[in-house]
T-cell receptor
Framework: GAGVSQSPSNKVTEKGKDVELRCDPI?????LYWYRQRLGQGLEFLIY????????KSGLPSDRFSAERTGESVSTLTIQRTQQEDSAVYLC?????????????????FGPGTRLTVT | GQNIDQPTEMTATEGAIVQINCTYQ??????LFWYQQHAGEAPTFLSY????GLEEKGRFSSFLSRSKGYSYLLLKELQMKDSASYLC???????????FGAGTTVTVRA
């Protein structure tokens, strides 16, 4: 079936503008994650959604960042008043469920990412 | 918090074997993942270890020692297409977030 999709694939914006990034998870996946990957660095957790539970926003770097998800479908990540340090690849991932112990792994499947450049 | 360390770069010859080490210090442990990421692409899942020992999957194997906070990914019979970044990620206990290392860039040379 279709994997995780993200749009746009690339976004160039001017400092101070707002941007909205979209993620379509794999159908049936209840858990959805957003990560940020700066050049040459590992993935940095931003936010997590699981079904109708309250999202875990603990990774959001500032109040300029927000995200929404409707049910178990599309999610949008919004960055307001963008700054140059926001330039990165924003990756979305989904999994069957989030919380588990032992096996199975419920691995996360990643989308291709949105490369954001703030000029 | 989580602290995950892996080497920055490794180079090997086509057909050879390369071992990528990962050490971690985490508040609780509920599994270790290895992902492969080609330049400009999304990370793809390679392996998962939650119990001590070796998990073998074709040319790739992953090992875990929970008491030592240590894992390695072993790539055998290296091919040019294996040139990529390899990410070690740990899931904490009662947690769902993955904490990632910075990744190891493996370059395979002819």
């Amino acid at each position: 079936g279709a994997g995780v999709s993200q749009s746009p694939s690339n976004k160039v914006t001017e400092k101070g503008k707002d941007v909205e990034l979209r993620c379509d998870p794999i159908s049936g996946h209840t858990a959805l994650y957003w990560y940020r990957q700066r050049l040459g660095q590992g993935l940095e957790f931003l936010i997590y959604f699981q079904g109708n539970s309250a999202p875990d926003k603990s990774g959001l770097p500032s109040d300029r960042f927000s995200a929404e998800r409707t049910g178990e479908s599309v999610s949008t990540l919004t960055i307001q008043r963008t700054q140059q340090e926001d330039s990165a690849v924003y990756l979305c991932a989904s999994s069957l469920q989030a919380r588990t112990s032992g096996t199975p792994s419920y691995e996360q499947y990643f989308g291709p990412g949105t490369r954001l450049t703030v000029t | 918090g989580q602290n995950i360390d892996q080497p920055t770069e490794m180079t090997a010859t086509e057909g050879a074997i390369v071992q990528i080490n990962c050490t971690y210090q985490t508040s609780g442990f509920n599994g270790l993942f290895w992902y492969q990421q080609h330049a400009g692409e999304a990370p793809t899942f390679l392996s998962y270890n939650v119990l001590d020992g070796l998990e073998e999957k074709g040319r790739f194997s992953s090992f875990l020692s929970r008491s030592k906070g240590y894992s390695y990914l072993l790539l055998k019979e290296l091919q040019m297409k294996d040139s990529a970044s390899y990410l070690c990620a740990v899931r904490g206990s009662n947690d769902y977030k993955l904490s990632f290392g910075a990744g190891t860039t493996v370059t395979v040379r002819a």
